[in-house]
């Protein structure tokens, strides 16, 4: 089984550093244009479903996706990024006024980090792995699957995958539209592409 792993197209949000978490943000025109050049460009040339968060900015890019392999999309909240709490729609600068110790852990400590009527990273990787595992569990080993989520929760998936401690969740790179590749033999994972943009070029 294949499985791309997209991130989002870009917002206005992301264009501002305005941190987004369950806010349901729509993809700005930049991003609607990614979200094109990724579908002309789409490294799959055979999809069988598309499931996407059920948030817009999201949702929006797997539709674009999904018009060209004739699918429709199959919306999930296990895929929701991560819930970031009082934090959502605020940027960094503000942040560390007043929570600076917060906002280092969250670069540099992230395991640590505790947002008030926040998910923990640890929480939130727990969700999108149980999402994933039931999109697996509902195809056949060929399937060839495509998954619209979130930056953090892309991380926290390929961490998860690779056991790479969530505190080094930040050294892997997810831009927007990037696209990862993860290939499932019988539960068992080998990534063979991270975060390439090679469809924007």
Not at 111 to 138: D, P, S, V, W, Y
Not at 147 to 167: D, F, K, Q
């Amino acid at each position: 089984m294949k499985i791309m792993l997209v991130r989002h197209g870009k917002t206005a949000w992301n264009g501002t550093g305005k941190i987004q978490g369950h806010s349901d943000i729509e993809l700005d025109e930049i991003g609607i244009e990614q979200a094109k050049k990724l579908a002309a460009h789409c490294p799959l040339n055979r999809v069988d479903a598309i499931y996407s968060s059920d948030l817009k900015r999201a949702q929006v890019t797997a539709e674009i996706l999904a018009e060209k392999f004739h699918l429709s999309v199959q919306t999930m909240a296990e895929l929701r990024e991560v819930h970031f709490g009082d934090w959502e729609g605020k940027v960094f600068s503000e942040l560390e006024k007043v929570e600076p110790e917060n906002v280092e852990k969250f670069f540099r400590k992230p395991n640590e980090l505790k947002i008030n009527n926040a998910e923990t990273f640890f929480e939130a990787q727990a969700r999108a792995m149980a999402g994933l595992k039931k999109i697996i569990a509902a195809h056949q080993n060929d399937a060839q699957i495509i998954v619209v989520a979130h930056g953090a929760i892309n991380r926290a998936i390929i961490c998860s995958i690779l056991e790479i401690p969530i505190r080094k969740m930040w050294a892997l790179s997810q831009f927007n539209t990037a696209v990862n590749i993860l290939r499932c033999d019988e539960g068992y994972f080998t990534v063979e592409l991270i975060n390439s943009t090679a469809h924007l070029s």
